[in-house]
């Protein structure tokens, strides 16, 4: 079955530091992968997607994220993170060749001025 | 264009009581899902529709949750009996036809009493 592990459960950074978010996966077919951002009280909002190609995915906000097929990782980054970015990010990988998602537990980005 | 809406955004039950929560997808929007995200943790799959065909209900916890999309359109998730473990925010996503980009409602948050 396919899954993901998100690392960190909270990573607290300065105004217009760099991040990284980490998530690592299981799949044993094809792998497609997601970075969903939920912001206080509202639903999860598409961030980006890998589902071929280009191992480095562009999305919104200015968040990228790399596909490592032999480290079975797909990281996020932000190379300066603003205050706005404050929200919980989820990594998600759909389950058993089915567009169904598997979530991760999430990761909590607290951006401090 | 008008997103993914869900009503009641919330909903206190008192313990034994049936709910009713619905979803109103992107028009459309061929797949709905039902997703349960509770306190801290990632969303877990509840259920699956294509049009008003349910094709996997593998996520819903007991015999006491329903979903139904009669029309292909709207869909309503009913709990009956409602228990306190079933206290979370309930989200529903909409996608277009084998796309794995699914547009999340705000979500119902429930809690049972």
């Known amino acids: 079955a396919q899954s993901v592990t998100q690392l960190d459960s909270q990573v607290p950074v300065f105004e217009e530091a760099p991040v990284e978010l980490r998530c690592n996966y299981s799949?044993?077919?094809?792998?497609?992968l997601f970075w969903y951002v939920q912001y206080p009280n509202q639903g999860l909002q598409l961030l980006l997607k890998?589902?071929?190609?280009?191992?480095l995915v562009k999305g919104i906000n200015g968040f990228e994220a790399e596909f490592n097929k032999s480290q079975t990782s797909f990281h996020l980054r932000k190379p300066s993170v603003h205050i706005s970015d404050t929200a919980e990010y989820f990594c998600?990988?759909?389950?058993?060749?089915?567009?169904?998602?598997?979530f991760g537990k999430g990761t909590k980005l607290t951006v401090n001025p | 264009g008008a997103g993914v809406s869900q009503s009641p955004r919330y909903k206190v039950a008192k313990r034994g009581q049936d709910v009713a929560l619905r979803c109103d997808p992107i028009?459309?929007?061929?797949?709905l899902f039902w997703y349960q995200q509770a306190l801290g943790q990632g969303p877990e799959f509840l259920t699956y529709f294509q049009n008003e065909a349910q094709l996997d209900k593998s996520g819903l916890p007991s015999d006491r949750f329903f979903a139904e999309r009669p029309e292909g359109s709207v869909s309503t998730l009913k709990i009956q009996r409602t228990q306190q473990e079933d206290s979370a925010v309930y989200l529903c996503a909409s996608s277009l036809y084998n796309s794995y980009e699914q547009y999340f409602g705000p979500g119902t948050r429930l809690t049972v009493t």
């Open positions: 799949s044993s077919v094809s792998v497609y």
């Open positions: 028009s459309g929007h061929v797949s």
């Open positions: 890998y589902l071929s190609g280009s191992t």
């Open positions: 998600a990988i759909p389950q058993g060749g089915s567009e169904k998602l598997v």
